[in-house]
């Protein structure tokens, strides 16, 4: 078993104000925003703008902070091209009034249900196997092996593209340009000093253990 040590540093003097010990099988995103709530409870300070990787660039996330009336940066979204098929999400027409999207050939998805996940939902709008199958453009649209039309909305999509089109602004290469200097400077320093930061990380996972009865009797019977 190994473990994931996450940091939360202040963009104005790079001082490390928050640090927590997770299995490593967590994945980044997951204690972020319990993370942020803690140091406003804690320490209070008064977060105005949150900057993180690509790894914390989730649907969830971008909500939750806009909840919180914080200003989110992340790196630029590469714009590349879903699947084989010609036609791409946006070829296809959302009708607001019948929640339905509508195909390049005048076919109807409508909403087919809901999909959740730890992180979000997501809207799934179907066409019908078999009208696919009958479709004069179906080779253009799903691809020869391609069974049916699916589209897949999230329920936070609307937030997630509001904070994104901030991309390559001033403001958003700014922020990720202090971000690069802090945090990845404080990840660079404690990867030369192992030993030093090794210590510390020892005394947090100690807390974590006491916190957690099942890895503390883990230990003792290994």
């Given at each position: 078993?190994h473990?994931?040590?996450h940091?939360?540093?202040?963009?104005?003097?790079?001082?490390?104000?928050?640090?927590?010990?997770?299995?490593g099988?967590?994945?980044?995103?997951?204690?972020y925003?319990?993370?942020?709530?803690?140091?406003?409870?804690?320490i209070?300070?008064?977060?105005?703008?949150?900057?993180?990787?690509s790894g914390?660039?989730?649907?969830?996330?971008?909500?939750?902070?806009?909840?919180?009336n914080?200003?989110?940066y992340t790196?630029k979204?590469?714009?590349?091209?879903r699947?084989?098929?010609?036609?791409?999400?946006?070829?296809f027409?959302y009708?607001?009034?019948?929640v339905?999207?509508?195909?390049?050939?005048?076919?109807?998805?409508?909403l087919?249900?809901?999909?959740?996940?730890?992180?979000?939902?997501?809207k799934?709008?179907?066409c019908?196997k078999?009208?696919?199958?009958?479709?004069?453009?179906?080779?253009?649209?799903i691809?020869?092996?391609?069974?049916?039309?699916?589209?897949?909305?999230?329920i936070?999509?609307?937030?997630?593209?509001?904070?994104?089109?901030?991309?390559g602004?001033e403001?958003?290469?700014?922020?990720?340009?202090?971000?690069q200097?802090?945090?990845?400077?404080?990840?660079?320093?404690?990867?030369?000093?192992?030993?030093?930061?090794?210590?510390?990380?020892?005394?947090?996972?100690?807390?974590?253990?006491?916190?957690?009865?099942?890895?503390?009797?883990?230990?003792?019977?290994?």
């Amino acid at each position: 078993m190994h473990y994931l040590s996450h940091e939360t540093v202040d963009s104005k003097n790079g001082i490390i104000i928050n640090v927590a010990a997770t299995a490593g099988n967590v994945h980044d995103s997951q204690p972020y925003i319990k993370r942020l709530d803690y140091i406003e409870e804690t320490i209070g300070l008064k977060i105005q703008t949150a900057c993180a990787d690509s790894g914390y660039d989730t649907n969830l996330i971008h909500q939750q902070l806009s909840e919180r009336n914080i200003d989110f940066y992340t790196p630029k979204r590469p714009g590349s091209k879903r699947g084989t098929a010609e036609f791409q999400r946006k070829d296809f027409q959302y009708d607001e009034e019948q929640v339905e999207f509508i195909y390049p050939g005048g076919k109807e998805l409508p909403l087919n249900r809901l999909n959740r996940t730890t992180n979000t939902v997501t809207k799934e709008y179907r066409c019908p196997k078999a009208v696919c199958k009958d479709c004069p453009l179906r080779s253009r649209c799903i691809g020869e092996k391609g069974a049916e039309k699916r589209i897949q909305v999230n329920i936070f999509e609307e937030t997630v593209q509001k904070n994104h089109k901030k991309d390559g602004t001033e403001t958003h290469t700014r922020v990720l340009l202090l971000r690069q200097i802090w945090s990845e400077g404080c990840f660079a320093a404690q990867k030369a000093r192992p030993n030093f930061f090794f210590g510390i990380f020892s005394y947090l996972l100690l807390e974590f253990y006491h916190k957690n009865s099942f890895f503390l009797l883990f230990i003792q019977l290994g």
